[in-house]
């Protein structure tokens, strides 16, 4: 993980932010299948960057130790299909650490 690129660590948190978007767009379409399919995507995703981050973790720059701690966070509070409550709200403070990342690598 060390020879990740900022433009390596953006591309995945776009990728990951892009496809939460997806997932509350089914859900706002009542698409459980959809919704699930890319809870799915985004979840097994998250694992396997924290399993090889935390293969090198003695060696990590400033902005992949940044990038693991998002990540860790994300696969804290997992997405789940959600059938309660404002879930455009939750799905806004899920994508909250991964937003603060990018903004951080554009400055």
């Known amino acids: 993980m060390t020879t990740t690129s900022l433009i390596d660590i953006y591309k995945n948190l776009a990728f990951i932010l892009s496809k939460s978007e997806a997932y509350n767009s089914a859900l706002l379409r009542s698409k459980q299948k ?16 924290l399993k090889q981050i935390s293969t090198t973790s003695s060696t990590l720059t400033y902005f992949e130790k940044r990038y693991f701690d998002v990540l860790s966070t994300l696969s804290l509070y997992p997405l789940t299909t959600i059938d309660v409550g404002d879930f455009q709200y939750i799905i806004a403070q899920w994508q909250s650490p991964i937003n603060q990342l990018i903004f951080e690598i554009i400055n």
């Open 34 to 49: 959809v919704a699930q399919s890319n809870i799915s995507e985004i979840n097994n995703f998250i694992q396997k960057e």
